[in-house]
């Protein structure tokens, strides 16, 4: 069986097909669906060696005990990671070498390789953000969340509903995510930062086709390892995921799960790629190639580690755990 996670999404009736039991709790995680009476909303049966996850239809109803109230919204991460094309949040660095970059940047930005990267024994320094499901921040279902406004002009407002200063930590993370979500998309891209589950499969099927089905693909660690960056080798030949189209989402700091998701009609690279740590762990990594960068900021961190300008390279990245891809689902 593939150990990369996967969950297949099934046209209409959506049925969810994984490779790893931890995606599955990693995702109930994320529709905040913790009470008995929403887990036994779900109906599994076995097709293929596979563990489907059978969801009652296209529009999935969230059993949520946790009023918007009552979440515990103080503890959020106010510091992630992501692909950001315009170079106003914090953004992957890659460097080459262990130490040279590594001492004089933020780590949690090593991300960023070339094509020329893609070999086996390839040692790569790596920033693989740990996540924690269990004090991660949860997807509200689709009604709670479209009653909370989601814009920078209701800043001061949204504070005050989080109850959260001015000046906090937090105060600048929602201000950088909202702000980061209203900016304009670049030429060939399509993009919306989804507050629900449900809206997150709804842009997938915008960018498929409302009938399509698509898997979802993310990252796999093997190991209860708290380091974060260490040098990672190449194991195996990496892979590449043949997809016509894909959907990348992207986790935002905010009170409550947000996804930053797009889609591009520039050509791109996924790929699985075998990594194996100093330490021993191993780690089943997704990670996408942008074939065509000519419309990214000339700001962009990626073009000065990797000393080049935009439209000149293809620039690759790895996914962290908590972010996701969607790809098209092969045809039989």
Known sequence: MNRMRRISIKGTEMG???ASSSLLFHLLLLMGAHGSESRQSLKFHTQNENNIIQLPSSNIKINNHKKVDDLQLVKFDAKQDGDDHHG???????SHGPSSHMDHMDPSVMLFFTMEDLIVGKILPVYFRRTNPSTSTHFLPREEADSIPFSLKE???LLQFFSFSQ???QAKAIEDTLRQCEIEPIKGETKLCVTSLESMLDF????FGLNSDFNLVTTSYYGNSNITIQNYTILEVPKEILASKMVACHSMPYPYAVFYCHSQKSENKVYKISLGGDNGERVEAVAVCHMDTSQWSPNHASFRVLRIMPGTS???HFFPVDNLIWI???TA
């Open 328 to 330: 098209p689902a092969p």
């Open 16 to 18: 969810l097909a994984l």
């Open 155 to 157: 800043l001061p407002n």
């Open 314 to 316: 293809p620039v690759c």
């Open 88 to 94: 106003t949040k914090t953004e992957h660095v890659h």
């Open 204 to 207: 997938a099927r915008s960018v």
């Open 167 to 169: 000046n906090s930590p």
